[in-house]
């Protein structure tokens, strides 16, 4: 059996995950969207759904953690990255109709009580991405525990502004919270703390600077 | 039919898509957690599911609305009321083995692309948080449009914060984001930046003070 079949699969579980969650999403609605025949899902996933759900958070999880590592490991300047990230988020959900947010956090939410297996899946995702976003950070001159802070800061704001943003069908959540999180980078990377992308200054070199000493003027 | 039949029913409900979700929660379930007769949930609720979900999400999102709005309009310290409330949350996950979170956020996700009326019940939730935060932080002397910002993104960072929290076990996600927003509305208030409320200096009058003035020393 082709295993672009496969990759069908998983493809149309995680789109169906995001839109309606992994409780409301059937099997037969899985191998229709990604025309594939019934026998097939059971061939390539034994385990059926719990294993597929399985599959789809790690590939949908390393998906992102990607994202969530170039925003400071690939890119020049982490700060615009983190911009360019919260921005590109805002018109991703607008041109998907308020679709097409997080793969992961309606099913962590779905799971988190009621299957193990599952439960540990997310975990893993999430934990991924807070060493991929630490270890850019990092590598944009943050010490360890900053960094970890920072990335965890991001991903819980971008996670519930996705939720607000769908639920209001507004970008103004994730809007604000990019530039929350815009400003609380500058400041740990020692640049003035203006609020909002188009007030920022010439990009400088990101030298590390500890939170904890940001003083008002 | 008692009304307090009626609470029951409401009250199970939201205990059960706390844990489970939604679309994961059937209507047998319901009125056996609420010890209810089945026959009482349509004399209460004859939309069904659809219209009790949406009762759900008002008297729980009522419920929390409360919370935010005592964040400042109710507490002499909005700062300590911050810090407190994440705490609490932290608290109140640990106590109920990590399911005790937002009754609202799983409901939000799973219904935002496929059921309009529940969308907008979660909608109008989220956006009386956000006006009852907002009237909160103007009464401690922030502009209307720093409070309604700080407001969303704390709302965001909560609900992002318990997504991880739940996935991973532990309260660091919640942890970290509680003492970034503390940071944030130390900076708003004009307050030094400390981060992490063990490392306060004594508590201040809050004066007003936009974010963007904030320099780096």
Not at 18 to 27: A, D, H, N
Not at 131 to 153: K, N, S
Request: aromatic content about 6%; hydrophobic content about 45%; some cysteine.
């Amino acid at each position: 059996m082709p295993s672009d079949t496969r990759n069908r699969i998983v493809n149309a579980s995680a789109e169906l995950f995001r839109r309606q969650g992994y409780t409301g999403t059937g099997l037969k609605q899985i191998v229709a969207e990604a025309n594939a025949p019934f026998g097939s899902l059971y061939h390539f996933f034994p385990g059926g759904k719990e294993e597929l759900g399985a599959e789809v958070i790690r590939v949908a999880g390393a998906f992102f953690g990607r994202l969530f590592g170039s925003i400071a490991a690939e890119a020049p300047d982490p700060i615009a990255a983190m911009d360019e990230f919260f921005s590109g988020a805002a018109k991703t959900l607008i041109d998907t109709d308020y679709a097409d947010a997080c793969p992961i956090a309606t099913v962590a939410l779905e799971v988190a009580n009621i299957n193990e297996p599952m439960r540990n899946a997310t975990a893993e995702v999430f934990e991924a991405w807070i060493e991929q976003g630490t270890r850019g950070l990092m590598a944009a001159g943050l010490p360890q525990r900053q960094a970890r802070e920072i990335t965890i800061h991001m991903i819980a704001a971008l996670e519930g502004a996705f939720i607000l943003s769908r639920a209001t069908r507004t970008t103004e959540p994730l809007q604000i919270t990019g530039e929350a999180l815009v400003c609380d980078l500058r400041l740990a990377l020692g640049e003035p703390a203006s609020r909002g992308a188009q007030r920022r200054g010439p990009t400088r070199r990101a030298r590390p600077r500890p939170a904890a000493t940001a003083k008002r003027s």
